[in-house]
Nanobody, 126 residues
């Protein structure tokens, strides 16, 4: 089993940057595919980015391409989401998710993930 704890959220002005971290417990985190999702008030949770367990494959939602970068450091059991050129519409609670996988895959839908963090708030002011 894996426990996930997000951090790094906060208030930033439009055009600014934040780096979110997702720290995982468990010695086998390197075998977990990991993703980031977000949920704005009154909206459904949506996919942001995903990374395979080795970090060799990544995938982004269209609106995040070129602005967000997902990465991981398996030695530190941590996955990161670097967010640049932030916009007010990026305001949401950001969640980290993980699932044990046997292959180098990226998972892009909520129902594919088994473990979730508690979320971290990101607020972008205009």
């Amino acid at each position: 089993q894996v426990q996930l704890v997000e951090s790094g959220g906060g208030l930033v002005q439009a055009g600014g940057s934040l780096r979110l971290s997702c720290a995982a417990s468990g010695r086998t985190f390197r075998t977990y595919s990991t993703g980031w999702f977000r949920q704005a008030p009154g909206k459904e949770r949506e996919f942001v980015a995903a990374i395979s367990w080795s970090g060799s494959s990544t995938y982004y939602a269209d609106s995040m391409k070129g602005r967000f970068t997902v990465s991981r450091d398996n030695a530190k059991n941590t996955v990161y989401l670097q967010m640049n050129s932030l916009k007010p519409e990026d305001t949401a609670v950001y969640y980290c998710a993980a699932k044990y996988v046997a292959r180098q895959v990226v998972l892009t839908t909520l129902r594919e993930y088994a473990y979730w963090g508690q979320g971290t708030q990101v607020t972008v002011s205009s």
